[in-house]
Structures are given as C-alpha cells and as structure tokens.
C-alpha cells in the first residue's frame, strides 16, 4: 500500500499563474509542496500536474494511479441515515457518509470522488475530503468526508463507486488495470528518495516509442499508449477506421518529431 499520509487536497478555482520562476518542474521532494493535481499551465501551452508516486519510474513515460488501492468497486453498501452512527450522515445537506468497507485505510480515498451510480441519490458525483479506517464508526463501517454537501439524501438501495485521486499513488501504466493516465514524467522519479513531482499533461514532450514492426509511425501521426511496453505506438493510419484496438487505446496525442527510440510528441491527456 503506497497511499500518502502527507498530500493535502484542494477543491478551489486557481488562475493560471503567469510567472512561475520559483517552480521548479524537474524537482522531486520528500514532501509535497502543493495540493495533488495542482496545475499549472505555462505560456507555450504545456501543462503540468503536481503528483506522488508509489513506485519509480523513468523519465518520458506515462503513468497512472494504482487503482485497486486507491478505488472501490461499485455496489451496495451506503448505510440508511436513521440507521447511521451520526444519523444525519447521508442526508440532503450533509457533508458525510458511512458505508459498509472491511479494508479501507484511512484517507484512502482522498481527493477522489463519490459516484453515486445506482437507486437513491443516482447520477451525482462527490469530491471526496477524506475518509476513516474500516471500524470507525462500527464494526464494518467507514465514514467518508465530502468537499460539497449532498444534493439528494442516500439510502440503503443507493449503491456507489470510489475513484481515488488522479494524482496520487502513481506507477506505470499497465494495460487494463491501471490505465487512467494521469501523465507523463518529466524526470526519473525514486520514490524511496522523494515520491512527489510533477507530470505533464499537455504539449511537447519526448516519449519513448515502441519498437513493435510497424508502430514506430511517421512525424503528424496520431499515436497511442503501448502500455505492455509503457510506450508509443501509431494509433492508425488514416481512412483505416476505428478498430477495437484503437477503442481500448485512444489517442493521447501526435507525433511532431521521430527519432530513434524516442518521439517529440504534442501530448494530448487534457
């Protein structure tokens, strides 16, 4: 489990700075200096998400966070108010509520978000601030901490899922598992060093390109994550159609120069 007790979490509305000449992109630290997912946008157009690792990493590669530690599987398990250990928790307005989990870590689910997918409640979404550890409040129970309160009470039909934050616990994105890309690294990360750094989201960047027949493509070619390889490769030639595979790997950008092993691409994640 490589969940953070040190990030913080913010839910304002920043600008975009117009001079950062105190952040220093290519830095990693041993504690964050700014909230998960901060972005900053820089005057060429690229953009950077600020993010902790969970595991090392290269430079030029695209990562994504570890889902099974930082999600929760969909499905019933929202506790009816009157039945809660606060009983307000789960009502319009309330900024709180407790669920059925037999292994969640504290703050597991901080900075993620509350998709309240089926019955009661359905079709909203939450930011989520925090969350306690399985047996808090009972036996079986945890009790999430919303940014915003709920719309529409909850009940024992209304069944959920939990997406953990983007930004935290990042790896290597892998094929069907990890696969949410948060972005890619702009330095090589040593997470037992210092696990917080910055990956970006948009714009030139080199990546590494994979070596498969064929996938290398051409200079203003579309291309797509080879995740078996934590690569590039070409999404498709023009005119060829939507294939399945292209399905399963979208684009995330094009490619503005190629050389050999590596692609200046215009990266395309936001």
């Known amino acids: 489990m490589a969940i ?8 304002s509305i920043p600008g975009v700075p117009q001079v950062g000449a105190d952040v220093d992109l290519r830095e990693m630290t041993a504690k964050p200096k700014y909230a998960l997912g901060h972005k900053i946008e820089l005057s060429d157009g690229r953009v950077f ?32 108010p009157a039945s809660a250990k606060t009983t307000t928790d789960g009502t319009t ?31 909203y979404t939450y930011r989520i601030i925090g969350n306690t550890v399985s047996g808090n409040p009972g036996t079986g129970l945890a009790r999430i901490q919303l940014f915003e309160p709920l719309v529409k009470a909850l009940d024992a039909t209304t069944e959920y899922a939990v997406m953990g934050s983007k930004y935290q616990n990042l790896e290597s994105a892998t094929i069907a598992t990890d696969n949410i890309l948060a972005g890619v690294t702009v330095r090589s990360m040593d997470v037992s060093e210092a696990p917080y750094g910055w ?29 078996a390889l934590n690569a590039c490769k070409k999404w498709g030639a023009p005119g060829t159609g939507l294939t399945t595979s292209m399905i399963a790997e979208p684009r995330v950008g094009t490619i503005l120069v190629l050389g050999t092993g590596q692609a200046l691409i215009d990266l395309e994640i936001e």
Do not use: C
């Open 49 to 80: 998400r600020y993010g902790h690792f969970g595991a090392d990493v290269t430079q030029g590669k695209f990562v994504a966070q570890d889902i099974s530690e930082s999600g929760k599987a969909s499905g019933a398990g929202v506790t009816a």
């Open 4 to 11: 953070t007790t040190d990030a913080w979490y913010q839910n």
């Open 199 to 227: 990956v970006q989201t948009k714009g030139p960047i080199t990546v590494t390109m994979s070596e498969e027949a064929g996938s290398t493509g051409a200079i203003g070619d579309a291309v797509a994550v080879d995740t």
């Open 93 to 123: 307005g309330s900024y709180f509520v407790e669920i059925a989990s037999y292994s969640t870590t504290a703050n597991q689910f901080a900075g993620g978000y509350l998709a309240i997918t089926d019955d009661t409640g359905e079709g």
